[in-house]
């Protein structure tokens, strides 16, 4: 994630993970894998990545909480930009204050979720119900006893225009919350 410890200790985003404390992980579930990486907080684990041809380096991370900020952006402008880097809990929360900062003369809204890997499908729903009036499709899912409709429950929170920006690296909850506004 941007400004994450993986970034802050090395790792780029086309990096392979090849091992984890000296275990090879190329036949491992990612589960398995992020069990093996994550642990007491403090400690160190050792991962071996590499870079597309580049030789295999080594990494010495040590734990620690991670604190993700899932809202940036500048809302003081003519054309107030927000960036969403993932969605969390508390990310519809965050977008909230951030849109309520926002000042009536702004034409339009810059969304930019390029990059964003999805996260919480619930997070990304609330985020969506912001711009949505009432009963308005978030979405639909499907499931073994029949389809159903998730629909915005309050009336719409923000209703200027939005512009919304993806990538190739934009995917899952982003990808949901993108189609509820287009």
Not at 10 to 27: C, H
């Amino acid at each position: 994630f941007e400004g994450g410890v993986a970034e802050k200790n090395g790792i780029r985003t086309e990096d392979e993970l090849i091992a984890v404390d000296g275990m090879p992980v190329d036949d491992a579930s990612v589960f398995f894998v992020g069990s093996k990486i994550r642990g007491v907080e403090g400690a160190t684990v050792k991962l071996a990545v590499r870079s597309g041809s580049e030789p295999v380096r080594t990494l010495h991370l040590r734990r620690q909480q991670a604190h993700y900020e899932s809202v940036r952006g500048a809302t003081a402008s003519s054309t107030p930009y927000i960036r969403l880097t993932r969605f969390v809990d508390d990310t519809d929360q965050s977008l909230s204050r951030r849109l309520g900062r926002i000042e009536g003369n702004a034409m339009a809204v810059v969304i930019d979720l390029r990059g964003n890997q999805g996260g919480s499908l619930l997070a990304a729903q609330r985020c969506a119900a912001l711009f949505l009036n009432q009963g308005e499709v978030v979405y639909r899912l499907r499931t073994k006893s029949g389809a159903k409709s998730i629909v915005a429950e309050k009336p719409a929170a923000y209703t200027n225009r939005l512009v919304l920006l993806q990538d190739e690296n934009t995917a899952s909850a982003a990808e949901v919350f993108i189609a509820a506004l287009t």
